[in-house]
């Protein structure tokens, strides 16, 4: 396995190596797939105290060799229908067709010459499904097949020395794409709870290695927004309202994937835990000062780029304060002036999904051209691929996307390409370990707080009979199935009742005769709950439940304290 470096020096290294090229040949070209008719970009010198197997270096000597169609190839980073590179249903290539012109995954790569390609997928309680069209993952064993022939198609490219970059969203907790045979972590708002950087390293050191057993090497994770507002599409993906915990918290998570050999992407600049608003509806407006983003937005994202974050994903808010009217996403104020020129970041800057309502009030080619140009390097998700490149190959023919500009993004990638490369995977039966396991429970079993309630190893009188709110059946059988192993009786009613409500839950899914609730999310309907013990795991996972059930049976001590603040309860009852 690949230890990624943890510091930007590489990435920023490509930047001295570009030198802003200031011009370069082009011609009339073909439509992608034919032979190329446009010069190679113009050859930068590579940094003479650069050894020759720096990433820079490598970057830079293979973007001289790239035609135009290989460098806006570079830049783009759609999602595909089927779950196998070369062959996939009726239905999965009619998706393809809509989207890119062509039947299978493996064929849009070679197609349009891709950087890279996102997986995607959804659950009940996902707030992103609706940017996701479709679902490629099922289990580690087939997405190890399908990562490994979508590399091999790449590897056919000009650019195919440089690895595939192959990305999900596996954040763990709501938005989660691999579920099956992994190990889960709990959310990043259970790991705010815990308060310990260390546990939530490890535990991300180990989600890192099952990443990239699986061939996946970018994760579009850690959340970095700040949870100020009480937004639902952000919740319990963030680690919390304070932002110099939540900062510790994203440099742990960041510093563990890429021990792992996955990059970090950390995501949404400038801050969407400050709008209560969802991107994926509309576009959130941040009304707060900038000095006001600069002291409780953007600490987290400071401290993703100083543990080394290879990525960062910019987000569709518009900022009043810096850049009115104008979605972060495009906006030269805030991606290179803000994160790159006061934050200091010179990594890829990716865009959050093309396909999502903000970035459509344009034509795809246009907010591709539009998004390049603000300062993005990787263009993610576009809703046509064929139209996203046509527009940037255009773009760049005509003058009106500086070929400086796509060079410069292009560079960035191949940097953050070569730096993944090398190595061999883990293997596939390194997933759901049992030292993975023990990481996650770590930090689930730091997490579970009490906000009502003694803070004693009593347990909760038996027998118990654990309810929920509706279509909760899994995780009652889980918790069950935990509770009954650490020596707790269950029974189906007239026990002591133990609640859980979860994602999405309101004061009309509490339970008035509850002995004791649990909030499984994000914490704030315990202020509307009237039982006498008030929990939180913040997570619904498995080892969650393990954790819950250890302090339920009394063999543990609940340790947490709420990352965020519920109305009339305390961050725990067990400062003592």
């Given amino acids: 396995m690949v230890r990624v470096s943890t510091t930007p020096r590489r990435v920023a290294a490509a930047v001295v190596v570009i030198a802003l090229l200031a011009s370069g040949c082009s011609g009339a070209g073909q439509r992608p797939g034919s032979a190329p008719s446009s010069a190679p970009a113009t050859e930068p010198a590579p940094p003479s105290s650069a050894p020759p197997d720096d990433p820079a270096t490598r970057a830079a000597a293979l973007i001289a060799d790239l035609a135009d169609e290989d460098l806006v190839g570079q830049v783009l980073m759609p999602y595909a229908y089927g779950d196998q590179a070369t062959r996939v249903s009726a239905g999965s290539a009619a998706?393809?067709?809509?989207?890119?012109?062509?039947?299978?995954?493996?064929?849009?790569?070679?197609?349009?010459r891709l950087g890279g390609l996102i997986l995607v997928g959804f659950s009940a309680d996902d707030p992103t499904q609706k940017n996701q069209a479709t679902t490629n993952v099922d289990n580690p064993k087939q997405v190890r097949a399908l990562t490994t022939g979508l590399r091999e198609a790449?590897?056919?490219?000009?650019?195919g020395a440089a690895p595939l970059l192959?990305?999900?969203?596996?954040?763990?907790?709501?938005?989660?794409?691999?579920?099956?045979?992994?190990?889960?972590?709990?959310?990043?708002?259970a790991a705010g709870a815990a308060g310990e950087p260390a546990l939530t390293e490890a535990a991300w050191r180990a989600a890192g290695s099952e990443l990239a057993a699986m061939g996946i090497n970018v994760d579009f994770a850690p959340v970095a927004d700040v949870l100020v507002t009480r937004s639902a599409v952000i919740g319990s993906r963030s680690f919390g309202a304070d932002p110099q915990r939540a900062a510790e918290q994203v440099g742990g998570a960041v510093r563990g994937l890429?021990?792992?050999?996955?990059?970090?992407?950390?995501?949404?600049?400038?801050?969407?835990?400050h709008s209560a608003d969802d991107s994926h509806q509309d576009l959130p407006v941040l009304s707060q000062s900038r000095k006001q983003l600069a002291a409780e937005a953007w600490p987290p994202f400071t401290a993703g780029i100083e543990a080394g974050a290879l990525a960062v994903m910019s987000a569709h808010l518009d900022?009043?304060?810096?850049d009115p009217d104008v979605p972060a996403t495009f906006s030269y104020k805030l991606l290179t002036e803000v994160l790159r020129g006061e934050l200091g970041f010179q990594g890829v800057v990716i865009t959050d999904g093309m396909n999502m309502p903000p970035a459509r009030r344009w034509s795809p080619g246009e907010a591709a051209v539009r998004a390049l140009k603000a300062g993005n390097d990787l263009i993610l998700m576009p809703p046509n691929v064929g139209q996203a490149y046509d527009g940037l190959l255009a773009a760049l023919r005509d003058g009106s996307l500086p070929r400086a500009r796509l060079v410069e993004a292009a560079t960035r990638v191949l940097t953050m390409k070569f730096t993944l490369a090398g190595g061999e995977a883990p293997k596939l039966s390194t997933l759901n370990s049992t030292a993975h396991r023990e990481a996650a429970r770590a930090l689930a079993a730091a997490a579970v707080t009490v906000l009502r309630g003694k803070c004693d190893t009593s347990g909760v009188p038996g027998p118990v009979t654990v309810t929920s709110s509706g279509g909760r059946a899994h995780t009652r059988a889980a918790l069950t199935e935990a509770l009954t192993a650490a020596g707790v009786k269950v029974v189906p009613s007239g026990g002591t009742v133990v609640h859980l409500v979860g994602y999405g839950d309101a004061a009309a899914d509490l339970r008035a005769d509850a002995a004791v609730t649990v909030a499984m999310d994000t914490p704030y309907v315990l202020a509307r709950a009237t039982s006498p013990t008030l929990l939180a795991t913040y997570s619904s996972s498995r080892t969650a439940m393990a954790a819950l059930a250890g302090v339920l049976a009394g063999k543990a001590r609940p340790t947490g304290r709420s990352p965020v603040t519920v109305s009339g309860l305390p961050a725990t009852t067990c400062d003592g």
């Fill in 319 to 322: 900022v009043r304060s810096v």
């Fill in 154 to 159: 790449a590897g056919r490219l000009p650019a």
């Fill in 166 to 189: 192959i990305g999900t969203d596996q954040e763990y907790g709501v938005v989660t794409r691999i579920t099956d045979g992994v190990t889960m972590l709990p959310s990043a708002l």
């Fill in 258 to 273: 890429q021990a792992a050999g996955v990059a970090a992407t950390v995501k949404h600049f400038p801050g969407h835990g």
């Fill in 95 to 112: 998706g393809n067709q809509a989207l890119a012109g062509v039947d299978t995954p493996a064929e849009m790569i070679e197609k349009y």
